[in-house]
């Protein structure tokens, strides 16, 4: 009878077809980010792509990533935080104040600036979580509010300059063998962690891609992982922000995909009555996710003021932004419930790389305002079209 | 020569992977009333938006003649233009505006450059008056029920030139006295000779309603006749290719005597302190299935997700599952109590469409799934392909966003999320509506197999045969109360619509719990 027809067997024919969509979606991705990389070398005669730029440029970009992974969380769950440059800049600056002022070592601060950030996230998560005021007026007011605490505690100083150690989190970096030490280990967990994926998947009689397909994408991801090492060891080795970057990603990735927390956060995005009746606690799993946006923006004002090693009032202006606009290149739909955190990653360093590029091909400030901007609705643009 | 209305010659369209249809002849008389039946999947939907101009031309094979001449729709405008009108499922009213700012939404009346409302509301008064519909054209139409939404919308389409209507499930949502509205309505366009399409699982309606019958089965025409020549059990048998033995497959099943759900004078009301359950007391058996008939509003759905956790306003009484007193305040409540509940509406509560069936499947039962608090990706395709088999899901992939799929293999999503958390009462909110015969029986079936495990069941319906058919014992609701309880022997329809309409308890009533 033709309607026995079991999924296993549509699985068969049809999956081809399915996986090749998906992935061209996300190639785009990295062929505009290819397509900027060849652009600016030959705009910039090779500069770009040298050891130097390279190290400079995912430095760089340490921040917004750092956002961008807490901001894909916020609007998969169908919220949006404006507050978190403002939020950068207080939490670097109150670090910077305990420091300079108050004398406390580079770890307290360091921790001070995390928990500072996350209890603000749980002031704002409760206000939209349990108020049910919008996320967007919320986090709008405390832009306001953060940056004005930011301007009364420093009395509108540049407060400086931060400790040696405090320096080194945002301006060190890994030296030569540790670099290609932790290359080769993470090689070594990818190779190990798809084979046993296989097999489990084998031993549950699931269908499992061919073998040259996960070991190409395996060989794929461990040249490009010795290619970057290469790169940056030939300067002064993988900057340490990036590797917070890299780590940082490595745990939200986890969390989004493999634990009930991600899960719900999607869920909730994408049909929040849906979710609720299907047991889901919408307001705790959104409390936490603002929590977390707290605490990431943290991280990044520790990173800021360790890079520029001094706090200012404006630290941080208009970064949220630029983490929004990340996300968004990487896919993330602002109607929530769609997003990648690897995707808002590519979509910071190709904002990194307008910003870098222009630079150094010495182009007016302005028009990288205007660049970025164009790039933005271009992306969002591409994004929707290719769902027609 | 008999004058065709349309004629939609050799239709063929491709999606990736799929033909949905093939070579399809649709011919329409000018001035009748035309039934387009088939079950979910069978490729009506697409068929009417080749004609709609939603698949503009070049994106299909074949021809399309109105009247006569050749056409080559390349949006919905031009189809709009030719005199065709949809009305889908999913209403398109702005909900926010008047009833009359709706029937006149962008017709030349408010085209003008200062909008003369005096002129509007009058004419939509006049408009409404003419179908019989006692509604101010000043209401906002939020504020209306769906059934007089959907009427509102077919108005709307009216004020235009419109020779094609077309309906799609019109009367899936709409109460016993709005389709009689909907049914004179479409007697009187019919004698001003307005030809009508008009699609719907109800076969009851096709049967009293059509002048012919079209029917389609996996992307092919099987068959054009004129009513006379057909019965109910021939569509059917049509549309599923196959014998159906009986529409509802109820199995004799022993229940056991214990009480697995026992409800209390329990009252619930609304956000705004009004009381719409008022004092119902009712019992569940293991193994049970219970009807809960009624007309749409009587207060079933808001009495079961109340229940279920899931209303926001106040509730009194006492609910017992298994002889223990409860305190369900939430969903996740009701979840760790055994309860499982399958809303009226999948779209809006019962799934996330942008995900794919494996997520939906395993949202309310992630915990199954996990190790040490990690998602198992493995085991969870594993448990969602054990289940969706067991429910005959069709679809191209466990990954596909469960938004593309019919409603039928939805509903089974549904059911599969629900399942796999094995519930001790299911509650089924109009468990079958806008679904395929076959996908129906399936979900019959289903229900057999769970009542044997000892599941006790709760089947809200608000179609008396399916409720008569497939329930062991049925409560009657009306405003909030219950009206009347009858076991599967006693019940007719004459006793049930009786409660269910307000009348006092019928004296065939008893009283078993």
Known sequence: MSRQLSTVNVNEQRNKGISFKLDLQSYTLMIALVLIAVI??????????????LSNLFTQMSVIAVLAVGMTLVIVAGHIDLSVGSLVGLTGGIAAILQVWHGWSTFSVVFAAIIIGAILGLWQGWWVAYRAVPAF??????????????IGL?????????????????????PYVPGYILALVSI?????????????????????????VDYGKVAVYSIFILLITYMLNRYYGIPVPFLIVALLSIIFIFISNKTAFGRYIYAIGGNQEAAALSGINIKRNILWVFIIMGGLSGVAGVLLTSRLNAATVNAGNMYELDAIAACVIGGTSLMGGKGKIFGALIGALIMASIDNGMSIMNIETFWQYIVKGLILIIAVWIDISSKK | ?????????????????????????????????????????????TLMKILSGVYPHGTYEGQILINGKKVQFKSIKESQDAGIAIIYQELALVGEMTVAENLFLGHDLMRSKIINWNKIYAEAQKWLDQIGLDIDPETKVKDLTVGKQQLIEIVKALTKKVDILILDEPTAALTESDVEILMNLLHDLRSKGVTCIYISHKLGEVMSLADSVTILRDGKTISTDSIENLTEDMIITKMVGRELTELFPYEPHPIRNEKILEVKNYSVFDENGKQVIQDVSFSLKKGEILGFSGLIGAGRSELFISLFGGFKGKKTGTVLIDGKPTNIQKPADAIKEGLAYVSEDRKRYGLVLGMDITKNTTLTALNKVMKLKVIDEALEIKSTEDITKKMNLKAPSLEAAVGQLSGGNQQKIVLSKWLLNDPKILILDEPTRGIDVGAKYEIYKIMNDLVKQGVGIIMISSELPEVMGMSDRI???????????FLREEATQENIMRCATGGKKSVQTTINS
Not at chain 1, 137 to 150: E, K, Q, S
Not at chain 2, 5 to 33: C, H, W, Y
Not at chain 2, 475 to 485: F, H, P
């Open chain 2, 475 to 485: 409560l009657v609701m009306s405003e909030g109360r219950i009206t009347g309880e």
């Open chain 1, 154 to 174: 420093s009395k509108g100083q540049t407060i400086a300059p931060m400790s040696e150690s405090f320096k080194q989190i945002g301006n060190s970096y890994l």
């Open chain 2, 1 to 45: 020569m008999e004058t065709f209305a349309l004629q939609m010659k050799g239709i063929t369209k491709d999606f990736p992977g799929v033909r949905a249809l093939d070579n399809v002849t649709f011919s329409v008389r000018k001035g009748e009333i035309h039934a387009l039946c088939g079950e979910n999947g069978a490729g009506k939907s």
């Open chain 1, 40 to 53: 600016f070398s030959i705009f910039t005669g090779g500069e770009y792509l040298s050891s130097r730029n």
């Open chain 1, 137 to 150: 007026i919320v986090t709008l007011g405390g832009m306001l509010v953060f940056r004005g605490i930011l």
């Open chain 1, 188 to 212: 070594v967990i990818l190779v190990f962690w798809t084979i046993r994926n296989r097999s489990k998947r084998m031993n549950m009689g699931l269908m499992i891609p061919a073998a040259t």
